[in-house]
């Protein structure tokens, strides 16, 4: 089993910058891929960003790329989310995962190819 807990959201202005964390525990956390999504009021959960156990490959959505860069620390069992540039668009419910199945430099950014969700930590960025 594996608890994730994500910290470090809040409100913040155009164009400012947050980092979010995700700390783990419980399966052994170095060999998990892990992912980040998000979910506005009102729209589906959708794929942010992900990383390899080895942090040696990562994969971005298209409307973060650029602003957002996704690391890991496994010997502090945490995944992190350093978001800069921030939108007004990028306000929603984040959420870490960890990828079910991990294989060679598969990263998926579907939602039910994760499991073991945290509670989430709202982001807010106003205009």
């Known amino acids: 089993q594996v608890q994730l807990v994500e910290s470090g959201g809040g409100l913040v202005q155009t164009g400012g910058s947050l980092r979010l964390s995700c700390a783990a525990s419980?399966?052994?956390?170095?060999?998990?891929?892990m992912g980040w999504f998000r979910q506005a009021p009102g729209k589906e959960r959708e794929f942010v960003a992900a990383?390899?156990?080895?942090?040696?490959?990562?994969s971005y959505a298209d409307s973060v790329k650029g602003r957002f860069t996704i690391s890991r620390d496994n010997a502090k069992n945490t995944v992190f989310l350093q978001m800069n540039s921030l939108k007004p668009d990028d306000t929603a419910v984040y959420y870490c995962?960890?990828?079910?199945?991990?294989?060679?430099?598969?990263?998926?950014?579907?939602?039910?190819?994760?499991?073991?969700w945290g509670q989430g930590t709202q982001v807010t960025v106003s205009s």
């Open positions: 419980g399966r052994t956390f170095s060999a998990g891929y």
């Open positions: 990383i390899t156990s080895s942090g040696g490959t990562k």
């Open positions: 995962g960890a990828q079910k199945v991990n294989r060679g430099y598969y990263l998926s950014s579907k939602s039910y190819e994760y499991g073991y």
